[in-house]
């Protein structure tokens, strides 16, 4: 019944941006923790970025820090990761995934989550 869906992925040029959105239903959204990973061909999932149920705290990884922003708009049940100065490294499969509030403990983990979306592909091309 939960489902999450990416929107926002394409094929920009290095220095270029992007915001991806992740809309979500069936679940009581603003007692979610919200999350990005993203996955690039042969690598392993990796944690990018995270926000509280309320959008009290934000978390985000080493290499997003100072370029990509989290967001959550919780009347329209809506997360979002704006991507700014785009590198080719960045190029990748990205899911945006919700974990109940009272239940996890650390973010950045992907296990901690319950529900995923199908993903959205960026490129950025060099």
């Known amino acids: 019944q939960v489902q999450l869906v990416e929107t926002g992925g394409g094929l920009v040029q290095t220095g270029g941006s992007l915001r991806l959105s992740c809309g979500a239903s069936?679940?009581?959204?603003?007692?979610?923790?919200m999350g990005w990973f993203r996955q690039a061909p042969g690598k392993e999932r990796e944690f990018v970025s995270a926000?509280?149920?309320?959008?009290?705290?934000?978390y985000y990884a080493d290499s997003a820090k100072g370029r990509f922003t989290i967001s959550r708009d919780n009347a329209k049940n809506t997360m979002y990761l704006q991507m700014n100065s785009l590198k080719p490294e960045d190029t990748a499969v990205y899911y945006c995934?919700?974990?109940?509030?009272?239940?996890?403990?650390?973010?950045?983990?992907?296990?901690?989550?319950?529900?995923w979306g199908q993903g959205t592909q960026v490129t950025v091309s060099s």
């Open positions: 926000i509280t149920w309320s959008g009290g705290s934000t």
């Open positions: 995934a919700a974990g109940n509030r009272w239940t996890m403990t650390r973010l950045a983990l992907w296990n901690q989550y319950d529900s």
């Open positions: 069936g679940l009581t959204f603003a007692s979610y923790n």
